[in-house]
């Protein structure tokens, strides 16, 4: 399993909160806002498919 | 599963996610999911393992292995209800969260219905 899956979110993470700042401050909330949600909707895609992967791996270990 | 590799990694999320916190704190929260994946994607193998010599260690007794089967589910539905709940209860959402429990609570007494019977029986046959 890959570790770097944390660094990606958190690159991510840091890169929305700056794009989120810069764009606040030249007044244009809109598109702050929408930033934000692009910036959640990847990792969310990011992370339901490592969610499918645990899940399937807990099926076939605990034979659920 | 190396115990140093976790425990690097967990600390550098840690940071992580503090720093991210002050910003954006969903993000903090999908950190921590993915350290969860990470950590439990490395354990689960060993504990497979781990099943896997205890089912062999008493494969010649019949009665104990028959029993051994609703353990490990109840052992895998209490992993992964644990992720949800500790999940939501790191969101703030504390009432979310026992309800997932009370979901979890509940599979796990389903699975063991057929145990629980046969104790009754055993009850009820050294009653009469």
């Known amino acids: ?11 991510i993470g840091i890169i929305v909160a700056v794009l989120n700042q810069v764009l606040i401050r030249s007044g244009r909330e809109e598109q702050a806002m929408m930033t934000t949600l692009a ?7 990011m992370i339901i498919k490592e969610i499918k992967y ?9 034979g659920l | ?13 840690v940071f992580l996610s ?20 990470v950590i439990l994607s490395m354990v689960i193998p060993d504990i ?13 007794n019949r009665i104990i292995s028959e029993k051994l089967g609703p353990l490990t589910k109840a052992l895998g539905i209490g992993i992964v ?18 309800r997932i429990e009370l979901a979890g609570k509940t ?5 063991s219905i057929p145990l629980a019977e046969e104790v009754l029986n055993l009850v009820a046959g050294l009653l009469k």
């Open chain 1, 54 to 62: 645990l899940f399937d791996i807990v099926k076939s270990t605990f």
């Open chain 2, 18 to 37: 503090l720093t991210l916190k002050g910003y954006r704190p969903e993000y903090s929260l999908f950190i921590g999911l993915a350290v969860t994946i």
């Open chain 2, 48 to 60: 497979g393992r781990l099943l896997n010599f205890i089912n062999t260690a008493i494969a010649d």
């Open chain 2, 107 to 111: 599979a796990i007494l389903i699975i």
């Open chain 1, 39 to 45: 910036g959640l909707i990847v990792v969310l895609l």
């Open chain 2, 1 to 13: 599963m190396n115990i140093f590799t976790i425990v690097g990694f967990v600390i550098a999320a």
């Open chain 1, 1 to 11: 399993m890959d570790v770097d899956l944390i660094f990606r979110i958190a690159a």
């Open chain 2, 81 to 98: 209800t644990e992720i949800a709940a500790d999940t939501c209860r790191d969101a703030g959402e504390s009432s979310m969260a026992s």
